[in-house]
């Protein structure tokens, strides 16, 4: 798999997806149980980062607004940009 493939597996025995891409797998059970694996060990991430990788994933090849991954972190109208950008970085 060339380093920005994404590789997305649909389990139908089981909810969720699997997403890999170069030497990582991102396992999405369902929107609370998200483990993002490196060569099958677990990379601790954030709730924040979790979900921005997932929808970044998700629309893989595409443009995604910020105010998007905004909207998907949190819904208090008093969050800005910075949750993004640092959950992105």
Avoid at 38 to 66: C, D, N, P, W, Y
């Amino acid at each position: 798999m060339s380093s920005n493939e994404v590789r997305i597996e649909k389990d139908m025995s089981a909810p969720g997806y699997s997403y890999e891409f170069g030497r990582f797998e991102l396992k999405a059970a369902d929107d609370r149980d998200v483990t993002l694996l490196s060569e099958g060990r677990v990379v601790a991430l954030s709730t924040v980062e979790l979900t921005i990788l997932r929808m970044l994933l998700e629309s893989h090849g595409q443009f995604v607004k910020t105010r998007d991954l905004l909207e998907s972190v949190t819904k208090s109208p008093d969050a800005t940009d910075n949750i993004v950008h640092g959950g992105v970085s």
